[in-house]
């Protein structure tokens, strides 16, 4: 069969009202071609896309957005908690302010069709929806768990996991592909004036799907975006019960971590929200340290860590099998070493 | 307004194992009702309760998905009949071929303007079969929902998302993807179970709904290869001492800054 990959084709990057695409362009630049974002948001959003490493920005619009990096000089009642127009012209609401990300779905569908190239996008729900649109607009597989991507002779070669992270695979396509890729980072904000380093940013003519966020508050508990933590905690089964993850919740504090959780934490038990969940099936997270304590260490939660830069491994069970997939491991009791452990962070230690 | 509920007709993957070779062997995993599919189920009868409509069941998969104990499964949890997209070439599809599929489910329809999802597969997790299905029909998308009105002719989803619940209201035909957490599923009693067996089931090949090969070609399989971890053992007898160890070793791993004073 005839190879189909230009390797000249341009390859997108969905950011569909969330600046953290930097993840998305590290594997966009395998594929060799210009690197194109394509994002909906506040016209900050675009700008600060456009400095994060990609050839090009193509804006869609404006949109709702609940990432406050979104706007850095806005003041704080813009991203949280505001009470947005209702779709009849008031407030901001004309000019899109008020219209949710996944509107812009069709744009995304034209676009990718008028000008072919690969797709890649982030978990978040309208990343997933523009992304979604792009795969069935082109008719090309969709692929996660992607561990490795570039173009050989003419064919996108992904290496990806199956069966729920326990396989490997070494595909090669005829054509594009359409890619999620999992975990990201915020955009690290650029010392000084940059201009050299930014992207050309373009403003496309977008159809889009007359749908309204009509209300948007904080959601309750501390909203945190694990995927953006360089520290993690998380917390397993390991925990007596839910009054005990203050535990967690202070060493975490004393290090400036987020906590995480195993899935029974999140979906069984319900001790902590959903969106603190890692695993397989849950957020996918590269944090630079993770510290799994009381965590079994069962293959559904650990492939959603394995990217860690290091990870540290509390738990009373030596023979538990996150002991053996830990960069340190301490063989004890959570109740004793993390006090301990959140003292001595804390400098408090004598 | 006409309501369906997708589900997929999937195995655990933490029964699944992996062999030298790499390749997964489901044959001790067995495939179920998932729980993120209960949950869609169970919100979509309810909506079509309120609606006044029958509630469709679709999926797609290998012939097993359409075999009395799967179709069993799924319409004891309230379904009024089931249309499968059953033929062996799905087995493993993508989203892409997984979503044409459902999408042609739906056209042959005709009439359905609302299809149900759960948050995600229990076996792929990727949570992306919602969105390509609204792509294939050109409709409108939603993730993650917690609640969902219908609001007249328009629905109006309540959803979680970066940190904010938000209030979103749109008028159109719809997949809407439903968070895991929407509503606890009530497990189906033996009346359901009876009068699943005499419930209608549509059968339909992959041609039939217009979904075209699987494209790619596996190259090379291998067991999945974790990043080395190092195993270092702190001995935590004394606890004082083993967080002071493990501190100084992140500070020097350049992980932590500073040290225990």
């Known amino acids: 069969m005839s190879a189909a990959v230009d390797p000249e084709a341009v390859t997108y990057v969905l950011a569909a009202g969330n600046p953290a695409v930097e993840r998305l362009i590290a594997q966009a630049r395998g594929l060799g071609g210009p690197v194109v974002a394509v994002v909906a948001g506040p016209e900050s959003l675009p700008l600060a896309v456009a400095s994060a490493g990609v050839d090009r920005v193509l804006w869609l619009g404006r949109c709702w957005t609940a990432f406050p990096e979104a706007e850095p000089g806005a003041e704080s009642g813009n991203s949280t908690g505001a009470e947005l127009g209702a779709g009849t012209g008031a407030g901001t609401g004309e000019l899109g302010d008020d219209r949710p990300a996944e509107a812009y779905a069709p744009a995304v569908a034209d676009l990718v069709v008028s000008q072919p190239g690969n797709v890649l996008a982030g978990r978040g729900p309208a990343e997933r929806v523009w992304l979604g649109a792009a795969a069935a607009a082109l008719d090309a597989p969709v692929l996660t768990g992607v561990a490795e991507l570039g173009l050989v002779d003419g064919q996108v070669v992904a290496v990806r996991e199956v069966g729920g992270g326990i396989g490997q695979e070494t595909v090669a396509f005829d054509g594009l592909v359409c890619v999620m890729t999992e975990g990201r980072r915020p955009v690290e904000p650029l010392a000084g004036p940059q201009d050299s380093a930014r992207a050309e940013v373009a403003q496309l003519a977008a159809g889009f799907y007359p749908m309204t966020v009509l209300q948007a508050t904080p959601a309750p508990g501390p909203g945190v975006d694990l995927a953006a933590a360089k520290l993690v905690v998380g917390a397993g089964r390991g925990f007596a019960c839910q009054g005990d993850l203050a535990l967690a919740e202070r060493l975490a504090d004393a290090m400036g971590a987020a906590v995480a959780c195993s899935r029974p934490l999140a979906e069984g038990l319900g001790w902590l929200p959903k969106d603190r969940y890692v695993g397989i099936s849950g957020m996918q997270i590269a944090p630079d340290l993770y510290l799994a304590v009381g965590i079994s260490g069962q293959l559904q939660h650990m492939g959603g860590v394995r990217g860690a830069g290091t990870i540290v491994a509390i738990n009373k069970d030596p023979g538990a099998p996150i002991m053996a997939q830990a960069d340190y491991v301490l063989a004890g009791d959570l109740y004793e070493l993390l006090p301990a452990l959140t003292a001595a962070v804390a400098g408090e230690q004598r | ?261």
């Open chain 2, 1 to 261: 307004m006409k309501i369906a509920v997708a589900y997929k007709w999937a195995a655990d993957p933490s029964e699944a194992s992996v062999n030298a070779d790499g390749e997964v062997d489901w044959s001790r995993a067995k495939p179920a009702i998932s729980e993120y599919d209960a949950v869609a189920i169970q919100v979509a009868r309810e909506l079509a309760d309120a609606a006044g409509s029958g509630l469709i069941g679709l999926t797609a998969g290998p012939l097993e998905v359409a075999a009395p104990l799967a179709a069993k499964a799924a319409l004891s949890r309230g379904l009024d009949s089931l249309t499968a997209v059953a033929d062996d070439s799905l087995a493993g599809a993508d989203a892409t071929r997984t979503g044409r599929a459902l999408a042609g489910a739906v056209q042959r329809d005709g009439k359905i303007s609302l299809v149900i999802m759960g948050d995600c597969s229990v076996d792929e997790g990727a949570g992306l079969v919602p969105a390509v299905t609204a792509g294939w029909l050109g409709w409108r998308a939603m993730l993650e929902a917690n609640r969902i009105e219908i609001d007249g002719t328009g629905l109006l989803i309540e959803r979680q998302a970066g940190g904010a619940v938000e209030k979103i209201s749109f008028a159109g035909p719809a997949v809407i993807a439903v968070a895991a957490g929407a509503v606890k599923p009530k497990p189906p009693g033996m009346k359901d179970v009876l009068a699943a067996a005499k419930k209608e089931v549509i059968q339909l090949t992959a041609a039939q709904v217009g979904v075209g090969l699987a494209q790619g070609e596996v190259l090379a399989r291998a067991r999945l290869e974790t990043p080395a971890r190092r195993g270092v053992l702190v001995d935590a007898t004394d606890p004082a001492a083993a967080v002071a160890r493990l501190i100084g070793s992140l500070a020097t791993d350049g992980i932590l800054a500073g040290g225990p004073k």
